[in-house]
């Protein structure tokens, strides 16, 4: 007897879907910030973590999707730096601090990327982060100590918004390429896992959908080249093999 559907998998390919799983080479691009107790993944705690979704449209224009964010219980024996939290302004032991562990906090926000993983027929999410090796490096440490099996995030690949925003915009720091940008910014919510994420997903909108004309041209160059895969029809399982 044949096993019965999953659920899971049964999503509605979403609008821009064939779009979006060509423009990344099957990858979708997915914005994570981390607020931590100090500099080290390995000791230091993660005390927030923040995901915005990246979406597209049927005209293949990247926008800002849904946020997923929480505050974490710092994991037993961490350590929390003054000078990080003094940076922060987080109380990590505030009785009204709506906090969970870690495991569960990264288990919700890997089950809305899956989610939108398959609805836009992609392979794998890749994180876009304003100096996005920190965050990737306290997500992959938090992912090894909580001992979570199913990491949709590739493990080493990541887009960096501090590169693109200076290479496009002349400036590195994230508030300055916002305010550049043509954007808002407000100091008092900075340092917020979801107020910087949702901040570095419109730097990195913003940037892409410049580049359209150059990518496209590039896609033609490919296409000739016999490079380019065909685009999914469907939603497609996550690639194992991790290609970059």
Known sequence: MSNPPIAENAITALPGA????????????????????????STDALLEVAAVIIDMDQNGVL???VTHSFHVVPF??????????????????????????????????????RHAIRGYGCRRAILVGHNAAFDLGFLNAAVARTEIKRNPFHPFSCFDTATLAGAALGQTVLAKAVNV???????????SASYDAERTADIFCHITNRLRDSYLEAETRACALG??????????????????
């Open 18 to 41: 064939r779009l979006m799983a060509r423009r990344f080479r099957g990858f979708l691009p997915v914005v994570v910030d981390v607020e931590t107790g100090g500099f080290h993944s």
């Open 63 to 65: 926008k800002r999707g």
């Open 76 to 113: 037993h024996g961490s350590r929390l730096d003054p000078a990080s939290l003094s940076v922060t302004g987080i109380d990590p032991h505030h009785p009204l601090r709506p906090a969970i562990p870690e495991r569960d906090a990264l288990q919700r926000i890997f089950r809305e990327v």
């Open 181 to 191: 940008a043509g954007y808002e910014w407000d100091s008092s919510s900075a340092h």
């Open 227 to 244: 490079w380019l895969e065909a685009t999914p029809t469907e939603p497609a399982s996550e690639d194992p093999q991790m290609q970059t």
